[in-house]
């Protein structure tokens, strides 16, 4: 997982899964600050909540990683960023943000899922806290959650948004017929209706889905996929799964364009199919090398490593709490989701802009190809993609009955 794969805008694996480095100020001394950007007047006491998940240690390093791209992104040390850990239960929560705040937290960044953060929400207002959701952006942000002006701010590695912008790429270039596969683990996120979501609007049709890794491992997969006859393939799993139903398909001679979730980036998919990542595809944020390279020397002169995707998740999240506070003024940090909706923010990954009713932060996208290179797998651009900017007219919420038991997203497994 913690191989990075090479591209050809000089960043790793676990960058572009990460999404963007957003544009202002870098560090303290205004390393990537314009005169436009000068600093707020006001600067919040930020507050990172992450997740408590018992024999997981990747959990706290991932959100150590939050807290070290934040910090650059505030242009402030990390003694000011506060930090506290929870379940998802909802007495916990309320205990962690009453604790914090009476160490005077004013802004909350919660690296949990959006269908925990919607009980987070009224848990912050009680305590007069804005809340930053900072996730994978694996679940579509529901617009019940907001009124007049959004509950919370939701920057993520837009997940489902990549999903849904790869299925309308697949039907363009490759055809009409997709076959989905989906393993068990991985299936209950709305990134697997929002790839179908994507195909289907651009005039595709599913013809075929096969569930694999659940009793029956990955029994009836390539008989399933021939019977369809597609023109490309979705694969919507991480990590050893999507290496183990790439190898099956690659085995049978199927030669057939794959679409790849782009999580199984994060995951080590690259790394574990080694030669065999030739030729897929993905969608994820467009990087500006020179800007992450800025970045990566500001950790590398803190001592906290290089680039990954939840540094880069934090730092994104920092230079948007600052670009609110300048906004703010006198009123209350509680204001901050509302004071930024609407607006954009020049980042690493583009002009993010956040979505005026749900608060939610979309970038513009890109498709890379995994090309070898002298042994080493390489993502290279090859397309641009509009954002997904996440509404009513490319995503609907069901409602009436559970549709997914997961609240867990990656950056909390």
């Excluded at 242009?75 to 160490?103: D, N």
């Excluded at 609007?201 to 491992?217: D, Y």
């Excluded at 050893?240 to 398909?249: D, F, Q, S």
Aim: net charge positive; aromatic share 4%.
């Amino acid at each position: 997982m913690n191989q990075p794969v090479s591209t050809d805008l000089g960043v790793t694996r676990r960058t572009l899964v990460g999404g963007s480095v957003a544009l202002t100020t870098l560090v303290a001394s205004g390393a990537l600050t314009g005169a436009a950007d000068a600093a707020p007047k006001r600067v919040p006491r930020v507050a990172v909540l992450s997740e408590t998940v018992t024999g997981r240690p990747a959990v706290k390093r991932r959100a150590d990683a939050v807290a070290a791209g934040l910090a650059i992104g505030l242009g402030v040390r990390h003694p000011r960023i506060l930090r506290a850990e929870a379940s998802t239960s909802t007495e916990e929560l309320t205990a962690a943000v009453k604790g914090l705040a009476g160490q005077g937290a004013q802004v909350l960044v919660a690296a949990f899922s959006t269908p925990t953060a919607a009980r987070l929400a009224n848990i912050c207002a009680d305590h007069q806290l804005a809340l930053v959701v900072a996730n994978a952006g694996a679940h579509v942000v529901d617009e019940r959650t907001t009124a007049a002006a959004p509950a919370a701010l939701h920057v993520s590695t837009q997940h489902w948004a990549a999903a849904m912008s790869a299925g309308g790429w697949a039907r363009r270039t490759y055809g009409r017929r997709m076959h989905i596969v989906v393993a068990a683990p991985d299936a209950g996120y709305d990134s697997v209706y929002a790839l179908q979501r994507g195909f289907a609007v651009a005039g595709g049709r599913v013809v075929g889905t096969t569930l694999t890794h659940g009793a029956t491992g990955l029994e009836g997969l390539v008989t399933e996929v021939r019977a369809t006859q597609p023109d490309v393939v979705g694969v919507c799993a991480t990590g050893t799964r999507a290496a183990e139903i790439l190898r099956a398909l690659r085995a049978a001679n199927l030669k057939l364009p794959v679409i790849l979730d782009p999580l199984s980036m994060e995951s080590g998919t690259l790394s574990a199919l080694g030669g065999q990542a030739r030729g897929l595809h993905l969608v994820a944020a467009r990087i500006d090398p020179e800007r992450h390279r800025t970045l990566a020397r500001a950790l590398r002169s803190r001592g906290q490593g290089a680039v990954d995707a939840y540094s880069i998740l934090g730092y994104d999240t920092g230079l948007l709490i600052t670009a609110g506070a300048r906004r703010l003024g006198s009123r209350t940090w509680a204001k901050l989701p509302a004071v930024l909706a609407g607006r954009s923010v020049a980042g690493v990954r583009g002009i993010q802009k956040v979505h005026p009713r749900l608060g939610t932060v979309s970038v513009p996208l890109a498709v890379y190809k995994v090309k070898r290179v002298d042994g080493t797998s390489k993502l290279k651009a090859i397309a641009s993609r509009p954002r997904i900017a996440g509404d009513r007219a490319t995503a609907t919420v069901l409602r009436g009955r559970t549709a997914s038991g997961y609240v867990n997203e990656y950056l909390t497994i």
